[in-house]
């Protein structure tokens, strides 16, 4: 498995990747509406944080799936960490390490959730346009069928074509007296 994601494109694997997460978006809003409900018609001892807990897991995967529909519209102001790789593996693993205990589909939505987290972590590390720097797992866009066409990195609200990694930026930098 590891040798096919080394070989296919990235562009083919961002778009396989958003279909996991439009589908991990759906199953984390079915899974907080569901155990809220359960909550509600059958109480525990942790109502409280059961209830809270599911209304987080429903509400972040709402904002997956705002984020994976929302193609034109420019959410990066708000939820601009969701437009980088490493922003979004960090985000999947929060919500799905949120979910294990809500009833009746938590384990489940965290299990997948968590994989999906996994996979897009491995692809981040182990990517032959990540490896060799020619994408940046906190850029923004820049590959031919990704959302976004112009280059964005976190912790930057100014697009260009300025990698803070790059020998050519670190040369600019040591010019300056920075690092």
């Known amino acids: 498995m590891a040798e096919i994601i080394q070989r296919t494109p990235l562009a083919t694997l961002a778009k396989v990747m958003a279909f996991a997460n439009k589908a991990d978006g759906a199953l984390l809003v079915l899974t907080g509406v569901l155990g809220f409900f359960a909550e509600l018609t059958s109480p525990t001892l942790d109502f409280f944080s059961s209830v809270t807990l599911s209304i987080y897991v429903a509400g972040f995967g709402a904002l997956l799936l705002r984020y994976e529909f929302a193609a034109g519209v420019d959410l990066r102001k708000d939820y601009g960490f969701m437009y980088t790789y490493m922003g979004r593996a960090a985000f999947l693993l929060l919500v799905a390490n949120l979910g294990w205990g809500l009833r009746p589909l938590g384990w489940l939505a965290a299990l997948l959730t968590n994989a ?58 040591s010019s300056v007296g920075g690092y």
């Open 116 to 173: 999906n987290a996994i996979i897009s972590a491995y692809i981040m590390f182990a990517h032959p346009s990540f490896v060799s720097g020619q994408a940046s797992a906190t850029a923004v866009g820049g590959l031919e069928g990704e959302q976004g066409s112009e280059l964005i990195f976190a912790g930057s609200c100014s697009s260009s074509s300025f990698d803070p990694a790059s020998a050519a930026a670190r040369a600019r930098a």
